[in-house]
């Protein structure tokens, strides 16, 4: 056998990089009368053309024999399947029962399990290849939610990686599923009250369409979905809502936001009064209120009025203007997470890139405080509104969930279950550094290795960030990045603004007309890791996804003198056409807009594809995407690779993957998910070692 699989592969471990031929179709777009940009690619937008489809099997033929001569010649699959996870994903508590993802072998996608104690026998209650009958479908599970009587449970689902998801229920009690089908679902709260719940849906504008006029609707279970009942709607294509329900399932709260002017409203609807109906609570004001619970007469919200870290406060239904502070800003620990019990609030801060889990009275009393170490990530926090105990878990981008049950009561901590793994996670080392962006702003970076690195300024480096939309990144477990360290490598996050890792005055500082700061902290970050010695520009790689990735693709166009290898996954990279589909509408407040001509300029100063010039060699790129990705349409990718590829200047590799029956998230089956990190990390690894490894 190894000898079939041996002479099965040398034909793709000999194939010379060829770049795949796409013919320019010009097309002029004039913006204000006044300026006229080129669109040699745009044919590719069309998808399902024959000749779109053709090219991209060629380029997935090229990429496929270039990944895997990489993977191989550095074991990194191989090496790969010790560091990973083993089958069961941490568990959830969810009424009375506890529920995990589970891969049942390598081939299958995770099936939900549940069971009622936490030690207890896992019971398989949804089967995804159950809710298809197309043999191709992937279908994937994306989160579910339990009734308060536990009798039910709500799931997402999609099929082939679409952000369109669909709805099924299971009866907890038989663990049979119900008649329930509900269809059209997009970015969907699933919320319980009584025998249904509520859901959003959106109108369906063709698959690369504009996301528009979203609905909230309430289900009760056994009925159709044609008698659901109508909550809220707008007719501003900019708003989008999220909601919830009060753990005495009083209250629905709705919280109208704007996505382009960064506004909202907030609505409730109190079912105890003689004449339910919505309301509004607090109107016209900046989106910085997160409605979370309901306690002694006042709604409970993390708030970031006047709070750049965020605080909570108590807000009155009948004087819903005059806030009370329940736990205050702090100027040096960030507020991530707000987590009500019925007698314990637990807030989660991050300092100086350290999580700290604090629990606090009603009355403001700060009653725990715990330290966890640098760029790790506290989550989780499953429990009843009123239950004693709680379930959290805690992991880095090195270290695998460990999972704690916490006493909200005499506030003691136990551990209950933590992952084996098969290496020494204590001989890696978490630096914390600080390094001077362009404008001398100082900005926060972890540098990951083993013990005993050198800094002689020749370490394979993979420089990552995300910097947008305000988010905050924080450490999950990635086998890759734990494998590239022990083949002798640095990998290195760098929190750049746009995202939220200082506050919200970080996060505006890298959007909108700001966008290129974000930029240039993320090549800051490059030439600190070179002028310090850790590495230097053909020992050093990128690699971002989404936001992240238009990051990593923009630096690699205004900087390809600082890098090796470029690996930009999902990202937007036509900039002047982003918000004609899906979700891009919604977005011009983090990038701008082409109808405005300061928003036009700078989108035209930083977007990869029209920035992309005729004399320039870019560095080694592997421009990941995926066939339906239906938030950011693969065609950023395809017209963007066919432009590096094109050009007489280009001599370094430029390579495209697209994968397929996906969206805009990898992963599927266990081997799947393997297999595309060892991709992403297993390349990146041999073209920065290429020499050594082909000796």
């Known amino acids: 056998m190894a000898v079939v699989v041996m002479a099965a592969t040398q034909p793709l471990l ?11 179709k010009i097309v002029y777009d004039t913006f204000f009368n006044k300026y006229v940009v080129a669109d040699p690619y745009r044919w590719l937008e069309n998808v399902n053309s024959k000749e779109t489809r053709q090219w991209v099997q060629k380029e997935n033929k090229l990429s496929k024999a270039i990944l895997t001569k990489a993977t191989f010649r550095t074991h990194f699959f191989r090496d790969l399947e010790k560091y990973s996870l083993n089958r069961y994903r941490t568990p959830v508590k969810l009424g009375k029962y506890y529920f995990s993802y589970s891969w049942y072998d390598n081939t299958t996608v995770p099936a939900l399990f549940y069971r009622r104690t936490i030690q207890g026998e896992p019971m398989l209650l949804v089967d995804p290849t159950t809710l298809t009958t197309k043999s191709s479908d992937v279908v994937m599970l994306h989160g579910y939610s339990v009734s308060k009587d536990s009798k039910y449970l709500a799931f997402l689902y999609n099929i082939n990686g679409s952000d369109w998801r669909k709805i099924g229920v299971v009866n907890l009690e038989t663990g049979k599923k119900t008649n329930d089908h509900l269809t059209g679902i997009k970015f969907s709260g699933l919320v319980w009250r009584g025998h249904g719940f509520y859901y959003s849906v959106f109108s369906q504008n063709g698959k690369f369409g504009s996301t528009l006029d979203e609905k909230v609707y309430y289900h009760r279970v056994g009925t159709p979905q044609k008698e659901d009942q109508l909550i809220f709607q707008r007719k501003n294509p900019a708003t989008t ?80 203007y005059q806030f009370q502070t329940l736990v205050p800003e702090y100027s040096e620990a960030l507020l991530l997470a707000v987590h009500p019990f019925a007698e314990r609030l637990i807030c989660v801060y991050q300092s100086n890139q350290h999580p700290i889990l604090t629990v606090y009275n009603y009355s403001g009393k700060l009653l725990y405080t715990m330290k966890f170490p640098v760029s790790s990530t506290l989550s989780g926090f499953y429990g009843g509104f009123y239950d004693s105990k709680i379930i959290f878990y805690f992991t880095s981008y090195t270290i695998p969930p460990v999972v704690y049950q916490f006493d909200l009561h005499n506030l003691k901590l136990e551990l209950t279950d933590r992952t084996e793994v098969h290496f020494n996670y204590k001989n890696i080392v978490y630096k914390e550094v600080e390094y001077p962006s362009k404008d001398s702003v100082q900005v926060p970076m972890i540098l990951i290795y083993e013990k005993g690195l050198k800094r002689n300024g020749n370490n394979p480096t993979i420089l990552k960030a995300y910097g947008g939309f305000g988010i905050v990144s924080s450490g999950h477990f990635d086998p890759g990045i734990v494998n590239f360290i022990h083949h002798g490598g640095i990998f290195a996050f760098a929190n750049i ?12 500082a890298g959007r909108g007309i700001n966008k290129q700061k974000s930029f240039d902290d993320f090549i800051a970050a490059a030439e600190y890791l070179i002028r310090e010695g850790y590495t230097n520009r053909n020992k050093l790689g990128i690699t971002g996804a989404s936001n992240g990735g238009l990051v990593v693709a923009v630096a690699a166009i205004q900087r390809p003198d600082l890098f090796k290898v470029v690996v930009p996954q999902a990202a937007p990279l036509d900039m002047l056409r982003f918000e004609r589909f899906t979700v891009g509408h919604w977005h011009t407040d983090e990038y701008g807009s082409v109808s405005d001509t300061t928003g036009f300029k700078n989108l035209l100063s930083y977007s990869p594809y029209q920035n992309i010039k005729d004399s320039v060699n870019y560095p080694t790129m592997l421009v990941i995407t995926a066939d339906n990705d239906d938030r950011v349409p693969p065609f950023h990718s395809y017209k963007f690779v066919a432009r590096l590829q094109n050009r007489p200047a280009q001599k370094n590799m430029i390579l495209l993957k697209s994968r397929h029956h996906a969206g805009h998230y990898s992963g599927s089956t266990r081997n799947m998910t393997l297999r595309e990190t060892a991709d992403v990390y297993g390349f990146m690894l041999y073209e920065l070692t290429k020499k050594e490894k082909e000796k």
Request: cysteine-free.
């Open 241 to 320: 809502y999220s909601y919830r329900v009060t753990s005495d399932e009083r209250f629905l709260v709705i919280e109208e936001r704007n996505q382009t002017t960064g506004k909202e409203n907030i609505y409730y609807i109190d079912y105890q009064s003689k004449n339910p109906h919505i309301q509004p609570l607090i109107t016209h004001i900046p989106d910085v209120f997160d409605i979370l619970d309901y306690h002694d007469g006042k709604f409970i919200a993390r708030s970031a009025f006047h709070a750049n870290n965020g605080s909570v406060v108590l807000i009155d239904p009948a004087h819903p």
């Open 497 to 508: 603004r746009g995202g939220g890792d200082k506050g919200w005055a970080w996060a505006s």
């Open 14 to 24: 000999s194939q010379k990089y060829e770049p795949v031929y796409a013919p320019k």
